[in-house]
């Protein structure tokens, strides 16, 4: 077995997920060491309301927050959208790199998402709209979802919440135009399932909110009692990289 292994291993080295280069050890992260160390966790000082990080001080409510401007409770993204973690999900959700999942999922488990999944009582990834859902064949957020909560799988619906409009993909637009795309984009399908109850939404990555604030205001509107969102990365303002973000 170990013979199989070596030779497999010197014909198809395996790659580091983040710059492709061949790595010497196939395991999980399969991240070499650059890129590892190239990863941005996104840890406090946070607003405690939407995630968004500060340079220093404490986590506090943004000017946004403070206007009470987001229906859901707490949004938290765990990395910062920049490389390696960019590339990775590009090709994970444009490229159907699959094999990325054990690693990205690893990356998340590591900065504690099974905390937020503990506090649900249903996580619901964000839907794609059918149309999406067929050209590109998968729903990375509950691939996402489904391996970043291995212990809570009972709780992971896919079918409770959909997106029953087709929206223009979100990159070139302003917050204000984001937000008016998405309106009445989402519906409930099944509202005994969420009534009264403590809903986490998956999605790969945020960059204005508004994709999650709008699922959050629906699931709210049909009876959710609070709505909390994880994200895997989140693009920092400013950073904003061209590409592939809110291309739902
Ligand atoms: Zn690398
Ligand atoms: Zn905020």
Known sequence: MHFVDGITGLLFPARCHGCRSPIEYDRTPRLC???????????SPLCSCCGTPFPCGEDHLCGKCLKKTFAFTRARSLFAYTEPLRSM??????????????????????????????????????????????SRGFNQALL???????????????????????????????????????RGAFHVMDRERICNQNIVLVDDVLTTGSTVDECARTLLDHGACSVEAVTLARVLAGRLTGGAEGQY
């Open 89 to 134: 999900l590009v090709r994970f959700k444009f490229g159907g790199d699959l094999a990325m999942l054990e690693t990205l999922a690893y990356l998340a488990i590591q900065e504690s998402v099974e905390d937020v999944g503990r506090r649900a009582d249903c996580i619901l990834p964000v839907p794609l709209h059918l149309n999406r859902l067929r």
């Open 144 to 182: 996402l979802a489904r391996h970043c909560f291995p212990g809570m799988l009972d709780k992971v619906f896919c079918d409770v919440l959909v997106r029953h409009q087709s929206t223009r993909p979100q990159t070139a637009l302003s917050g204000k135009a984001r937000r008016k795309n998405l």
């Open 33 to 43: 060491t650059s890129c590892f160390s190239r990863l941005s966790p996104l840890i």
